[in-house]
C-alpha cells in the first residue's frame, strides 16, 4: 500500500531540517539509525498571527521492494514570548485532520484515546490511529503534541499494518533518542 502510506504522510503534521543521519538545531537532535532515508522539508512561508515553523524532517524506511514500510516526521515551531499551547487541542486538530485526510480516500480510521506521554523530556499527548479499508487494517498511525514555554513539536510515524509492526521498535528507540531543548 504504497500509496496509502504517501497520502498518510500527507495528512500527518509534518518534520525539520536535516543532515543525513543527523538532525540538529540548536534546539532538536534526532540520531537516525542506518537505512533511514532522511529529507528535509521546506518550511512555509511565516504569515501573520502564526508561529514559524523552525525545523522540519521526514524519514522514510522502505521494505525489501523499495516501498515506504514507515514514515517518520517531526516539526519543531518557536513561540511567541507569553503564548501557550493547548496540547490537547492541538493533538485533537491533528487527529481530525487525519481523520478527514483519510475519509476523502475512502478509508475508516479510529483512534485511540489521548493519553499523557513524554516526548524528549518534554510533557506531550499522544494518540493511535488504525486505519482500515474495506474492513483491513491497511495503516497504522501515531499523532503526538508536546509544548514548551518557547517552543512546540508534532511527530507522526505511521506505516502500512505489516511495516508498522516491523519498524515500532526501532521508531520508538529513535523517538527515544530524541533530544529537544530550549534556546538560549
Not at 502510506?5 to 543521519?21: D, E, T, W
Not at 514555554?149 to 511495516?163: D, V
Amino acid at each position: 500500500m504504497p500509496s496509502t502510506l504517501r497520502l498518510c504522510a500527507r495528512a500527518a503534521v509534518s518534520l525539520l531540517l536535516i543532515l543525513p543521519g543527523v538532525a540538529m538545531s540548536a534546539d532538536a537532535m534526532i540520531l537516525w539509525p542506518e537505512g533511514w532515508e532522511v529529507e528535509s522539508l521546506p518550511q512555509p512561508p511565516a504569515s501573520e498571527g502564526q508561529p514559524a515553523v523552525q525545523l522540519r524532517q521526514r524519514a522514510v524506511k522502505n521494505d525489501q521492494n523499495g516501498d515506504p514500510a514507515m514514515v517518520v516526521e517531526l516539526t519543531q515551531t518557536r513561540l511567541e514570548p507569553g503564548h501557550a499551547v493547548n496540547v490537547q487541542g492541538v493533538l485533537l486538530a491533528m487527529r481530525k485532520a487525519v481523520q478527514v485526510n483519510f475519509a476523502r480516500g475512502g478509508f475508516q480510521s479510529v483512534c485511540t484515546r489521548m493519553k499523557d506521554s513524554t516526548l524528549s523530556d518534554i510533557p506531550a499527548m499522544e494518540t493511535t490511529c488504525t486505519i482500515t479499508q474495506n474492513g483491513n487494517h491497511v495503516m497504522t498511525q501515531t499523532l503526538v503534541a508536546a509544548a514548551s514555554p518557547a517552543l512546540a513539536w508534532s511527530l507522526s510515524y505511521a506505516g502500512s499494518a505489516e511495516g508498522y509492526a516491523a519498524n515500532k521498535h526501532q521508531v520508538m528507540h529513535i523517538r527515544n533518542s530524541l533530544r529537544l531543548g530550549e534556546a538560549p
